[in-house]
């Protein structure tokens, strides 16, 4: 069985007499035990996804599941597998404890007494925030803040977590000690949905990874494959001592590629040109500055990132459709 499933979601909005097509018909699965991430900017129908899973938007149309659960039938049971962390600050009572917080929630949850305090305890101690356990949440920086929320979406132990831009907002070494802990979920065994418009948060956590952009699903791989499988130009740059005009013409040809030549400042020439794609580039390279007998000190080969992946499946930049959306 699937962890989650959705098949053919469609959710439109009106705004202002504007109809929005917020999800336009996507469908895909995560098997379990898996972090798929769904990445997109501003606007892509991201948050809509998720609060369709939690149960928190019915759909217009299409069908999707968590462990089975339809979400619009069972949505009771739905909610007792999930363990679901929204964007925004105030999922916490401020004027509690970290401690007080995390009871009141067992007892909203309708948990065991004594089965939540063993589990408070354990999630206090898992993520390093016993000895803050008796401070007020509001005296808390926005780091320990989202591990007291991510405490208490694991507080009834639930299969599967969705986490709504988990590190939004989080300094650098919060967001790292986050992606650990999101790490450390997995490995016992949960599977994770999250979403984020930050590719490298993407490309570190996911075994998979669907691209979304204006309500559709625009790509879906591991993000090895998806930067494995692009066809996009790559640069390529070549240190040398001993450069020679025939072996740069030889190159031109080769690669029919403009040559763009440097020299820093230790005297090394440096040339970069763009490859059409990877193949054998780089022993075709080695092989002609062998027939010039061109000494290589560094030969060093661009890799597709996730952004490049986005640029490629949707023709625009990231950072240029979060600017039109706003
Ligand atoms: N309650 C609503 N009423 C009207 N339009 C909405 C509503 N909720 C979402 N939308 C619209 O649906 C589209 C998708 O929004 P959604 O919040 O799912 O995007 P997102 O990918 O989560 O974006 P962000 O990165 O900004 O969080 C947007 O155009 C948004 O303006
Ligand atoms: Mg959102």
Not at 44 to 55: E, M, Q, R
Not at 192 to 214: C, F, G, R
Request: net charge neutral; proline share 3%; hydrophobic share 40%.
């Amino acid at each position: 069985m699937k962890a989650i499933e959705i098949n053919n979601l469609v959710k439109r909005f009106v705004s202002k007499n504007e109809k929005i097509v917020a999800l336009d018909d996507i469908s895909f699965s995560i098997d379990e035990g898996k972090i798929f991430s769904l990445l997109g900017p501003n606007g892509a129908g991201k948050t809509t996804t998720i609060k369709i899973l939690a149960t928190l938007l019915l759909p217009d149309s299409g069908q999707a599941k968590i462990c089975g659960y339809d979400v619009v039938k069972n949505d009771l049971l739905v909610r007792k597998t999930l363990g679901t962390v929204l964007p925004g600050e105030r999922t916490l009572f401020w004027k509690l404890t970290v401690k007080e917080n995390l009871a009141y929630f067992s007892d909203l949850y309708g948990l065991n007494p004594k089965y939540s305090r063993k589990r408070i305890e354990y999630l206090l101690n898992k993520f390093e925030i016993n000895d803050r356990k008796d401070t007020y949440v509001e005296k808390l920086s926005t780091g320990l803040r989202q591990r007291v929320v991510l405490c208490r979406a694991l507080l009834s132990d639930p299969r599967v977590i969705i986490l709504d831009e988990p590190t939004l907002g989080l300094d650098p070494e919060a967001s790292r000690n986050l992606r650990n802990i999101i790490k450390e979920i997995k490995d016992e065994g949960k599977t994770i949905l999250l979403t984020t418009h930050y590719m490298y948060e993407a490309d570190e956590l996911s075994d998979m990874v669907a691209i979304i952009n204006k309500g559709k699903i625009v790509s879906i791989d591991t993000p090895v494959n998806l930067k494995k499988n692009l066809d996009i130009e790559r640069n390529i740059t070549i240190t040398s001592r001993n450069f020679t005009s025939n072996f740069i013409e030889n190159i031109r040809q080769e690669f029919f590629t403009e040559v763009k030549k440097e020299i820093n400042e230790d005297g090394i020439l440096k040339i970069s040109f763009y490859l059409k794609k990877k193949d054998d580039a780089l022993s075709k390279i080695i092989k002609i500055a062998s027939e010039h007998d061109i000494i290589v000190d560094n030969i060093a080969l661009s890799e597709p990132t996730l952004e490049d992946v986005f640029i490629n499946k949707t023709g625009k930049k990231f950072a240029e459709i979060e600017v039109s959306a706003k």
